[in-house]
């Protein structure tokens, strides 16, 4: 089992929608998560971060998170074409990141 | 500097050679992260510096990997007689103290390919 699990998608969703992004991890003992987004070429960026149950808003960028459930989310709101990106998910320990496969959001016009 | 800056951007290498991968992380920051990304995956965590003081080497594949960040500010990746399953693209990133939850900033990565 991969510490941290996400579908590799691709997610399609046309402009507008929203955009539902999904990761599960396996240490019980993470501390904090985080989602990062990567285009095509690029170095992954910080998009949101949580560290307590419930949900986190910013912008059109909702996440959630069930440490019961082992769960972490991203909803994307009025997904744009240029959100169009790799979504990784990504859960600390201590200072270690370990980071998921990523899913591939494709925002059609 | 500005960001943090990884050289070179691409590297090409013959099986069996040695090469060196730099990165010069944000100016001040405590912590510095290498990872390697293989196409289609996430990133894959090798080694973590708290200033000079390598903490954290549990990611590194094999004894052909060394980093080092001597004087606590650029660091050093360097990969001994190369393997084509050494190509990736290799991640710098720096986080301004040591502490959990900080906000990693990524350099560009050096993408390696290995004939």
């Known amino acids: 089992q991969k510490e941290v699990e996400q579908n590799s998608g691709p997610l399609s969703v046309p402009e507008g929608a929203i955009a539902s992004l999904n990761c599960t991890y396996s240490?019980?003992?993470?501390?904090?998560f985080f989602w990062y987004r990567q285009y095509s070429g690029k170095s992954p960026e910080l998009i949101m971060s949580?560290?307590?149950?419930g949900d986190k808003e910013d912008g059109r960028f909702t996440a959630q998170l069930n440490k019961a459930s082992q769960y972490v989310s991203l909803l994307i709101r009025d997904s744009q074409p240029s959100d169009s990106a790799t979504y990784l998910c990504?859960?600390?320990?201590?200072?270690?990141?370990?980071f998921g496969t990523g899913t591939r959001l494709l925002v059609s016009p | 500097g500005a960001g943090v800056s990884q050289s070179p951007r691409y590297k090409v290498a013959k099986r069996g050679q040695d090469v060196a991968l730099r990165c010069d992380p944000i100016?001040?920051?405590?912590?510095l992260f290498w990872y390697q990304q293989a196409l289609g995956q996430g990133p894959e965590f090798l080694t973590y510096?708290?200033?000079?003081?390598?903490?954290?080497k549990s990611g590194l594949p094999s004894d052909r990997f060394f980093a080092e960040r001597p004087e606590g500010s650029v660091s050093t990746l360097k990969i001994q007689r190369t393997q084509q399953e050494d190509s990736a693209v290799y991640l710098c990133?720096?986080?301004?103290?040591?502490?959990?939850?900080?906000?990693?900033?990524f350099g560009s990565g050096t993408q390696l390919s290995v004939l």
């Open positions: 990133a720096s986080s301004e103290r040591d502490r959990p939850n900080e906000k990693l900033f």
């Open positions: 100016s001040g920051h405590v912590s």
């Open positions: 510096f708290q200033n000079e003081a390598q903490l954290d």
């Open positions: 990504a859960v600390g320990r201590f200072q270690k990141l370990v």
């Open positions: 240490d019980r003992g993470s501390q904090s």
């Open positions: 949580i560290y307590s149950n």
